[in-house]
């Protein structure tokens, strides 16, 4: 069971931290650009509401490995996700081009006229980002039905080194010596939609052919469930979580998705709401340089940790009480925290940020602190994705939709109250966000534990 958990989540992992490697390739071109700290303060900002939206339709992949069956539910869940893209990219419009992006941008963040145009084009660029984003989840989603997770990691893999690749191709250029922002723009383009490429490849070989017949997938024999109206889970007492529909509707579908919209979107929000607080600081676009880079790299060694989530619902029946499941979970957070103390703690991290990244000694040094902090969010997120992954096998989803506003709520405290002491603003920001991830982790311990004993 062990051996089978393990080659199940490598691919996932691998993809994970070969993603954060390309990020800090592209951090490190954006380092070697004219104007390095307004550019990185600028994509920090603009990335940062771009990945608010991502954020909440990447949970398409959770939507299609567990609701979809057949051709009828793909085309159900798939109109879905098409409108949640069509929906966000109208939101970044707004931000891009109208009055709402410049009192969001501009006034909210206490940014200069330059930054904040600077962020509006970015954003401008990325509109059909999150519409991109949700048909590849939705998609990968499906290869992780059949136990396709080497064709999910490819792809992420193919995507990141065409990102990696724009990078050195366009970093000399004189359009991007010209206009730095472009830089991670282009980058992001290459890797996101050669990723869908790969995808689309994969469903149609491996995915695409169960669904014409209309029978379970490996993913879905591996839950004991069979299409329509069959438990598709049981809490610890031993009784059936939920049932699923005969046939799929709409109005399923987004009862189902909306605590996950909610949950990830608000920890995506996260980052644009301590940029809110940091820019405003007097030392906020320096600070806002070095949360761009801190969150990039700290999320290399405990991002993988997400992936946790799909152990549950992709074991149901070799595990149903999720036993191994959890031991297995708590090793892999020991592991990640393991490998963060030693990234963090030591000299290793100048390695890191000034061989690596590129950026001077002094940019370095005010990093350090909230590399350190960071260093603690395994603990967290390693109880929160097993949480989640019981939330998605019962179809339980609604237990953990406080847990995202506990989050926020406890972030906006936080980052006011160390306000009130001399610290710097990346300082600040990272110390609110950890202690948003452990309300975050206490709230959905403690809905998950009423909904059983209820």
Same mark, same amino acid.
């Given at each position: ?188 383009? &290459? ?152 990234? &963090? ?31 603690? &969010? ?77």
């Amino acid at each position: 069971m062990y051996r089978s958990l393990f080659w199940f989540l490598l691919p996932l992992v691998i993809t994970e931290l070969i993603y954060e490697l390309g990020i800090q390739v592209i951090n490190g071109g954006i380092a070697r650009v004219p104007r390095p700290t307004e550019t990185l303060a600028a994509y920090g900002i603009a990335w940062g509401l771009t990945s608010f939206l991502t954020g909440t339709v990447s949970q398409t992949r959770q939507m299609s490995m567990v609701l979809v069956r057949d051709r009828a539910t793909f085309h159900t869940v798939f109109r879905c996700v098409g409108g949640f893209g069509g929906v966000h990219f109208l939101i970044l419009a707004c931000l891009a081009f109208t009055p709402v992006g410049l009192w969001v941008i501009d006034e909210l963040h206490a940014v200069d006229p330059t930054l904040g145009g600077t962020v509006r084009r970015a954003l401008g660029f990325l509109l059909p980002i999150p519409l991109i984003v949700g048909i590849t989840r939705f998609l990968s989603g499906l290869l992780l039905r059949v136990r396709r997770t080497d064709i999910v990691s490819y792809a992420m893999m193919a995507g990141i080194s065409m990102s990696v690749v724009s990078v050195f191709l366009f970093l000399p250029t004189p359009t991007v010596q010209a206009d730095p922002i472009l830089l991670p723009v282009m980058a992001t383009y &290459f890797g996101v939609l050669t990723e869908l490429a790969v995808i689309i490849y994969g469903y149609r070989r491996f995915a695409r052919r169960l669904l014409h017949r209309g029978v379970s997938t490996e993913g879905e024999k591996a839950g004991g469930q069979e299409a329509g109206g069959e438990p598709i889970g049981r809490d610890t007492g031993g009784e059936p979580a939920t049932r699923r529909p005969h046939s799929l509707t709409v109005g399923y579908v987004l009862r189902f998705y909306w605590p996950l919209a909610v949950t990830i979107g608000i920890q995506a929000l996260s980052r644009p709401i301590i940029n809110l607080f940091v820019a405003r600081g007097t030392d906020g676009t320096e600070s806002l340089a070095v949360l761009t880079i801190v969150y990039a790299l700290a999320h290399l060694p405990y991002g993988w940790l997400n992936e946790l989530k799909n152990l549950p619902p992709a074991f149901q029946r070799q595990d149903p009480d999720a036993r191994i499941i959890r031991r297995f979970t708590a090793v892999c957070g020991l592991i990640s925290f393991g490998t963060m103390a030693l990234m &963090f703690w030591t000299p290793v991290r100048f390695f890191l940020l000034e061989t690596l990244i590129g950026v001077d000694h002094d940019f370095a040094v005010r990093c350090t602190v909230p590399l350190i902090i960071f260093s603690f &969010f395994p603990l967290a997120v390693t109880i929160r994705s097993y949480l989640h992954g019981i939330a998605l096998r019962d179809h339980r989803t609604s237990a953990i939709a406080p847990s995202g506003p506990a989050r926020a709520g406890a972030i906006v405290i936080v980052v006011n109250v160390l306000a009130l002491f001399d610290l710097h603003g990346a300082i600040r920001g990272v110390a609110a966000l950890y202690s948003g991830f452990v309300v975050e982790a206490i709230v959905v311990r403690w809905r998950m534990g009423r909904r059983r004993r209820a």
